[in-house]
């Protein structure tokens, strides 16, 4: 078995990204090799730069005939559309959602702006998402139905939806999970803000539960500077998110007139332009991020540093590459030497349930969370920049 120290560590990243020592290497960065300038030129001399304009359509059918869903819509960010996504599935406030603890904030915000609570359960090894075990045990032992709900026998709370999230891009255990839900009957609602171009049994991630979602931050696979998307082949909940991102407002031809409280959450067609021409590079952008994935996992191949790899059945977009140390002090160790050496990692983020504001949360045991938490670091993933 090799031992790889922090100086090899960083070694190993400068050879892809950059290997003189005082060049910055960013933890994800954008690529804008399309014609990103152009479309940004036409949709500024169209005048059309916010919210009507042909450019948001053509990018949710390109998002539609990419991850096969049949509805796809455009919103202002990723937290923006899981919100929507939320309430369209029927969250209504007092009520809880299952999530994960291992998850970025916006999930759980999400959560908070439906006036919900969420319930953390664990997740699995394999897969960084959602454990099948650890929702099906905890639904089984804290749950009794009443008529057509599930309640949370220790708050009297409904369960209202079921939230995994498929993590660094990596499925997690979609048919199980889904099977789960219809069996309570739960809508299953799939955070894939990391996860555009990533598929499990040949199938989109997003498109297994009712409703997905999917985020274009700055950060993410492809862009919109900041942009997200709800899918789903439910024609009820696409009109409903479509209706309730654009202000709740009713067609007319010339009357302003809305019928709910709505949001003004539908993606600007200045961010559309940039994602219609970010679209034409992603599946070049998948190959080369899976290239660096393999790159890294021959590097760390019989060593002391796990690479995490792709659950079977599966090809995932590999967002951000994943290391595990066999401790958390090797981890910090790592973290520490890589970024005073100009090279961006970053542990994951701090377990849901350790925040202030959600500390009091119902939750599972949450012991594989726990664990990972203090081990991984995320690595360096851009797609390289032109040779
Ligand atoms: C990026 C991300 C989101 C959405 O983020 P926005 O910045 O609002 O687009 C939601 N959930 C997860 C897990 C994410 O990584």
Redesign the pocket.
């Known amino acids: 078995m090799v031992n790889i120290d922090p100086k090899q560590l960083t070694r190993i990243i400068r050879n892809i990204y950059g290997k003189s020592e005082d060049k910055f290497i960013p933890l994800h960065e954008p690529r804008f090799i399309s014609d990103e300038k152009e479309v940004l030129i036409d949709c500024i001399d169209s005048t059309f730069v916010s919210t009507v304009g042909r450019y948001v359509a053509i990018f949710e059918d390109a998002i539609k005939s990419y991850t096969g869903a049949k509805y796809a819509i455009a919103t202002s ?4 559309a ?1 919100h929507v996504a939320l309430i369209a599935c029927g969250v209504m406030p007092k009520d809880e959602v299952i999530t994960q603890a291992f ?2 904030i ?2 759980c915000n999400a959560i908070k702006y439906c006036h919900a609570e969420p319930v953390f359960v664990d997740i699995s090894r394999e897969n960084l998402g959602m454990c099948s075990n650890s929702l099906r045990s905890w639904i089984t032992s804290n749950t009794i139905r009443q008529g057509k709900d599930l309640i949370n026998k220790n708050t009297g709370a409904r369960i209202a939806a079921v939230l995994p ?1 498929n993590t660094f891009g990596h499925p997690c255990d979609l048919v199980e999970l889904s099977i789960i839900c219809k069996e309570f009957n739960i809508p299953l609602v799939e ?1 894939s ?2 996860a555009l171009g990533s598929s499990l049994e040949n199938k989109h991630l997003g498109t297994f539960g009712d409703i997905g ?1 999917l ?3 700055g950060n ?1 696979v492809i862009t919109t500077g ?3 998307a709800v899918i789903t082949n439910n024609e009820e909940y696409a009109e409903k998110v479509r209706h309730l991102a654009t202000t709740a407002r009713v067609a007319s031809d010339f009357t302003f007139e809305h019928n709910a409280i709505g949001y003004n959450y539908r993606m600007p067609n200045l961010n559309a332009c940039l994602g219609v021409s970010q679209m034409k590079s992603l599946h070049h952008f998948i190959d080369e991020k899976r290239s660096v994935a393999e790159y890294y996992k021959d590097c760390f191949n019989d060593s002391n540093i796990e690479f995490f790899t792709e659950p079977l059945n599966s090809k995932s977009n590999y967002w951000l590459n994943t290391i595990i140390f066999e401790n958390k002090n090797l981890r910090d160790l790592a973290l520490e030497y890589t970024n005073n050496n100009s090279v961006m990692t970053r542990p994951p983020w701090k377990l849901m349930n350790k925040l202030e504001m959600f500390s009091k949360c119902e939750k599972s045991n949450l012991e594989v969370s726990e664990d990972l938490e203090s081990r991984i670091l995320n690595i360096p993933s851009s797609v390289p920049q032109d040779k």
């Open positions: 960010n990723g937290t923006s899981l998850t970025f916006a999930t999230m955070d803000a990391e979602t985020s274009f931050n993410k900041g942009g997200g």
